[in-house]
């Protein structure tokens, strides 16, 4: 079971984007984008207001990830490009919403807005990760961050303004000892390893490597290295490694000690337990690397059956954090598009995606705190296909992104780019 996110320390990024973004272009203008025998919506000069219904899309931003509603396999889908523009000529706002991380926001709004060729800011993106940006209180400490290529999630971290970052390839190559099984891969993580702020002193705790906070900003690559650096930090005494918490195992104490002794708090960015690939068989995400952690947790501490639970933090969709964020994040985008002037309130949220786990789901289950009314819509360019029967049911199931926002601006009743 998760424990609490920090949902007030969070939602301050939501708030005030700019502390990621970059400068807001203003939207471009296109011709047209449906057409039919009976109604088009097209783009007509700019609507007066700005509507009280923004949109939510699932993009997969995984390498070589078939799954997705506006990319697949790395293209853009054919209608995704005059579906954004519109949009942005209307001013309806939307965002972008993945599970997907590993690179900061600007790198990925600036890949996605060549593919799509539609310009876009990192105030309207938002990743599994990036809600960790607004974690001030880590920032002056030393923290582990796993998962990822090489040290890319080191660097997105520093980004957001974390000072010192450590990896499991950082504590391998200091201390090979700590996973020998590892040693072979020595060569590859030394180009982008750093010195530990300290080394590990068993013997004097007081000069040893304390970390404060554990974040798994993606896929880890190198599971049994990082589970292994996890296991000790988490049975260790505050955080402090090579050491070992004497409340471990105490029966008179809540978890029985465990996890009670200021070891570090461990933050998940992603639950999805499988995603596509171009293989044609799932593979396992950064879930699948949890719940693998988590039977090995089980086995040294008794787990469940011993009364012992292992406590952490899971964001991502279609967890209620996630979609909060986004919401905030909309309702912030909103007022960028007029300036700052008041719009009113955000009355619904369309989120299109393709994923019934993730997508519909976190959208069915999600109660606004707003009072924003959140309806699903269920695309068939990726993981779902036509004749299947989801998990969760979508508000509406659709083709593609075009269908998804034509019936949604039917839907709404919104008549700014409507024309008979």
């Known amino acids: 079971m998760s424990g609490p996110f920090p949902i007030a320390s969070l939602l301050r990024l939501a708030k005030d984007p700019r502390r990621l973004s970059l400068s807001l272009r203003p939207p471009p203008r296109c011709s047209s984008i449906y057409r039919s025998p009976r109604r088009s919506l097209q783009t007509l000069s700019r609507p007066p207001q ?3 219904f923004a949109f939510a899309f699932e993009w997969a931003s995984r390498p070589l990830c078939i799954d997705g509603v506006l990319v697949r396999s790395s293209d853009a889908l054919p209608h995704a490009h005059k579906t954004l523009s519109y949009l942005q000529s209307q001013r309806i706002p939307f965002i972008l919403l993945t599970n997907g991380g590993g690179k900061h926001e600007s790198e990925r709004v600036e890949e996605l807005s060549k593919k799509l060729e539609v310009p876009l800011d990192t105030s309207m993106f938002v990743q599994s990760h990036t809600p960790f940006a607004d974690m001030d209180e880590y920032k002056d400490k030393a923290v582990l961050v796993m998962g990822g290529d090489q040290d890319n999630c080191r660097r997105v971290a520093e980004k957001y303004g974390f000072k010192a970052v450590v990896t499991p390839g950082d504590i391998l190559t200091a201390h090979p000892e700590i996973w020998p099984f590892s040693n ?8 982008f390893s750093r010195p530990l702020p300290h080394s590990v ?18 896929d880890p690559r190198d599971w049994g290295l990082d589970i292994t650096i996890l296991k000790d930090l988490l049975l260790s005494h505050s955080g402090i490694y090579g ?4 409340k471990n195992n105490d029966p ?7 996890q009670q002794d200021g070891q570090p708090p461990v933050f998940f960015s992603n639950p999805d337990l499988v995603w596509a690939a171009k293989y044609h068989l799932p593979r396992l995400g950064q879930g699948g690397f949890r719940e693998a952690f988590e039977g090995v947790w089980a086995a040294l501490t008794g787990g469940p059956r011993a009364g012992v639970e292992f406590q952490k933090t899971v964001i991502g969709k279609p967890f209620r954090p996630t979609y909060e964020f986004a919401e905030k994040r909309l309702v912030a985008h909103r007022k960028d598009l007029v ?7 955000l009355r619904k949220v369309y989120m299109v995606g393709d994923n019934p786990e993730s997508d519909i789901r976190g959208a069915n289950s999600y109660k606004s705190p707003m009072g924003t009314d959140w309806a699903s ?17 979508p508000t509406k199931e659709v083709g593609d992104v075009r269908d998804a926002v034509k019936w949604a601006v039917e839907d709404s009743k919104w008549d700014g780019g409507v024309k008979e």
Request: proline share 12%.
């Open 339 to 345: 300036g700052g002037e008041d719009v009113g309130a």
């Open 201 to 218: 002193h068993p013997t004097d705790p007081s000069k040893s490597l304390q970390i404060h906070a554990i974040f798994v900003y993606n």
């Open 377 to 393: 819509i269920l695309v068939r360019t990726g993981v779902h296909v036509e004749g299947q029967r989801p998990a969760w049911k």
């Open 50 to 52: 700005v509507p009280d």
């Open 184 to 191: 072979q891969f020595l060569p590859i993580y030394a180009p």
């Open 252 to 258: 008179k104490l809540p978890n029985h000690g465990y």
């Open 243 to 246: 050491t070992i918490s004497p």
